[in-house]
């Protein structure tokens, strides 16, 4: 197809989603700006994208907006039409040539697209969206790097294939630097944490796992996630053999990124941090509930071993309350190793861990990282090929 000629115009690019959606954009937009050098490029965003695309040095301005509040509720289609209004009259002003939807285009979004009005709209329809350049439905499950980059084919621009790229400061090397120390034995990370509690394991089965680790491979554990995740954080604590480093709360996302690219190994469930992992190299084990894990391409990097027990029908079926699919995260502690989990044993998990340490590369731990503000997976290299363990 032949190329859009959008050089030296004017592009919003919608890219709405969760971190790692977030995360799987920045190919893209790195091929857009190769494709039109002299383009001015806009990227709106959530308040959460803020530290992910503030520093990428693809796009000239990020424009950041908070999500619908209201999901699931009454109110909230009243909520969405106000808000997208509003946005709408505001993007309107600043006279974009073309609009660019990214991600997994929801109705809300590809709304948005129509009312901003740019002559020229692009992402995935299949019909009546008023897109000037649209991508037909793609597969009935495909990642949001895979839509993003059919998204650009419209335009006549073709996705580079790039390794996934973060952006840290300095400062952020200095501090996890510090944090991690030197101490001696490979450097593990629990990242129990997740959006929706249906895809988190049990605290006391990674707290069996870390201890496991401890006294098998002399392990020093970390334990990373947001601030919301502490309770996640003490109850793993409380059941280690060893006091684990505690960092839940204690990071920005620049520190988070670092902290992780000096892991060995990284234990984690469905969340960005595995998108982080890959981004940096360091090796993962992640452990995936009930949703395909092609819609985040969990277990396409070389350096991550995907623990799945099986894979639920499509729709998210297996939520007793209905809220997957509607809402943005669900943390009801009910429903943690529902999701497939539960089937999942600490030996398992404690002996792939072991397999990669045996098998990795000199220690990220004990190498020293100058610099910063690079890209992060440049410090980072393959250390294992990918493998995937069917459990059941």
């Known amino acids: 197809m032949k190329r859009v000629e959008l050089d030296g115009r004017k592009i919003l690019v919608i890219a709405y989603g969760h971190l790692a959606d977030t995360m799987a954009s920045i190919p893209a937009l790195r091929s857009l700006r190769a494709a039109y050098p002299s383009a001015s490029i806009h990227v709106l965003a959530l308040e959460s994208a803020a530290p992910i695309l503030g520093p990428c040095p693809y796009i000239d301005e990020l424009i950041t907006w908070r999500d619908f509040q209201h999901k699931g509720q009454r109110v909230a289609r009243i909520e969405k039409a106000g808000v997208l209004a509003a946005l709408a009259w505001k993007l309107k002003q600043s006279g974009y040539d073309a609009t660019i939807v990214f991600h997994r285009s929801n109705g809300a979004m590809r709304k948005l697209a129509a009312w901003i009005g740019t002559p020229i709209r692009a992402g995935v329809s299949n019909g009546g969206d008023g897109y000037t350049h649209a991508a037909a439905p793609g597969p009935e499950v495909e990642s949001s790097r895979e839509e993003n980059s059919r998204v650009l084919d419209a335009l006549g621009v073709e996705e580079d294939g790039g390794a996934l790229e973060l952006w840290t400061k300095p400062e952020d090397v200095e501090w996890a630097t510090a944090f991690v120390g030197s101490g001696s034995g490979p450097l593990v990370g629990l990242h129990p944490g997740s959006d929706w509690s249906c895809q988190q394991w049990l605290p006391k089965r990674f707290a069996e796992v870390g201890s496991t680790l401890q006294t098998a491979a002399r392990a020093r554990i970390v334990i990373t996630g947001s601030g919301a995740e502490t309770d996640l954080e003490d109850e793993i604590a409380q059941g280690l053999a060893n006091d684990p480093l505690r960092a839940c709360g204690q990071t920005t996302f620049g520190q988070f990124v670092e902290v992780i690219r000096r892991l060995d190994v990284l234990i984690c469930v469905n969340s960005a941090a595995a998108a ?117």
């Open 276 to 392: 982080v992992a890959t981004a940096v190299g360091t090796p993962a084990v992640v452990l995936l509930g009930l949703e395909d894990a092609r819609y985040t391409g969990v277990g396409s990097s070389l350096t991550q071993i995907l623990i799945q027990p099986k894979v639920a029908p499509q729709g998210g079926g297996w939520c007793e309350f209905g809220r997957w699919g509607v809402l943005s995260g669900c943390n009801s502690p009910m429903c943690r190793g529902l999701g497939g989990l539960a089937s999942v044993a600490p030996a398992i998990v404690s002996a792939e861990v072991l397999k990669m340490l045996e098998r990795s590369a000199p220690a990220p731990s004990q190498t020293a990282w100058a610099g910063g503000g690079t890209p992060a997976h440049e410090a980072g290299t393959p250390k294992r090929a990918s493998n995937q363990v069917p459990i059941g």
